[in-house]
């Protein structure tokens, strides 16, 4: 670590989408640095699967690949979606293929654990990037003409442009005073993983079942990835589950579609909520990733809004003219306006279609069915739905 501190732009939050702006913002000329609270593992010695996935976009993709990251990475770990098939009820269906949309895959699944290794091992070649990794900050102090940010260890570094990517619970944010609005699912998302019987055949499948909405993404091999969006109480109940009742109890969710199952890696469960911040930006100080948004996981798309976030903020950086200062307000509510339309179009999707999907009233269950089959039917709102998740 270089003993500079003073900066142009700090990142504060090192975790898959600060770790990705940082990268970004490489070849912009300008200082910067990133803080991250905790030791980030760069070479992981436990080959154990992460039961942490996410589907990463075909655009993401070539986001990452252009910062020198996704080719680095262990291929062998990684699956692509080769169609996505989705049940309702009265096995009312909705299918996807890369086929179909001309493309070699959907999504690819990715762990964790190996993204984030990946972005931290192109981090640490990074000359122009100054790392403070275990460094919470204890204080941060935006000011008109720059921020300054205290770190427990005492350490004082300026900046004049914080970007925090400090996750759902953002403590920048919250020392910026910026409020947000949330809305409890009252659900949990629970993932594991588990050896299948048979074949996925790289195909993603969603149920959207009585007990909330189940996802079996395809991991290499004879390996799938599980997300249950689930009541509080039923995602209680699968944890309490031995791993043979547990994996019984997914196979039996999901038709048997992939004969029988042995878990490979534990469950664990993440409460699920919706979270928008009052604002994206305020002088000197830009928030992205969770710290921004949280929306629903059942389209699988936190992580890709978080890319799009630090991807739009470094062209908005690289773009301005020389003289701008990077902090200036004007310039990060380019940022914001650019990141307005995508996110409030995720956020209203996913939404309504938890809403849908979970409601009780009388009828419901019968709009729903004849929704996926008239959208199954309509090749033309497929194309415009899987060209929006491509991006
Ligand atoms: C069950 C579930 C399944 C999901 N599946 C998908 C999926 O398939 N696809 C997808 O796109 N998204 C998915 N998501 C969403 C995804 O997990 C998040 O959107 C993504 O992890 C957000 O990344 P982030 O970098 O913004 O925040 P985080 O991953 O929370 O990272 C924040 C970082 O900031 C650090 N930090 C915190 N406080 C400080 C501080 N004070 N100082 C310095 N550093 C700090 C933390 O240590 C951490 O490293 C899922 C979410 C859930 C709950």
Known sequence: MK?????????????????????????????LALVEANE??????????????????PGNVAFLTRLGVWQELDQQRIAPIEEMQIWGND???????????????????????????????ELQEAPEITLFSSSPGSCLDLQEEGAVLKL????????????????????????????????DYRQQGVVANFVVERPHRNIARQWFVEDGILAWLPLPGNRMSMVWSTSNAHAKALLALSPEALAERVAMAGGDALGSMQVLTPAAAFPLRRQDAEVM???????????????????????????????????????R?????????????????????????????????????????PG????????????????????????????
């Open 281 to 319: 930006v305020s002088p000197r100080l830009a928030l992205m990733g969770d710290a921004a948004h949280l929306v629903h996981p059942l389209a699988g798309q936190g992580v890709n809004l978080g890319f799009h976030d630090a991807a739009c903020m470094a062209r908005v950086l690289m773009e």
């Open 40 to 57: 980030v593992a760069i070479c992981p010695t436990d080959s154990s699967w992460d039961s942490r996935i996410y589907a990463i976009s």
């Open 364 to 391: 419901i269950a019968l709009l729903r069915s004849k929704g996926l089959s008239f959208t199954n039917r309509q090749q033309w709102l497929k194309r415009r739905l899987i060209a929006h998740a491509m991006t």
């Open 91 to 121: 096995n009312a269906a909705l299918d996807f293929s890369a086929y179909e949309a001309g493309a070699p895959a959907l999504g690819y699944i990715v762990e964790s654990r190996l993204m984030l290794a990946g972005l931290w091992e």
């Open 321 to 361: 003219g020389r003289q701008t200062d990077v902090g200036d307000y004007g310039l990060l509510r380019r940022y914001e306006r650019a990141r307005q339309l995508d996110i409030r179009a995720m956020q209203v999707m996913t939404g309504s279609l938890q809403a849908l999907f979970s409601s009780e009233l």
């Open 152 to 183: 427990v260890d005492g350490r004082r570094l300026s900046a004049a442009l914080v970007i925090a990517a400090d996750g759902g619970n953002s403590w920048v944010r919250a020392e910026a005073g910026i409020s947000v609005t949330t809305s």
């Open 3 to 31: 003993g500079q501190t003073d900066f142009d732009v700090l990142v504060i939050g090192g975790g898959l989408v600060g770790a990705a702006c940082a990268l970004a913002l490489r070849g912009s000329g300008l200082a």
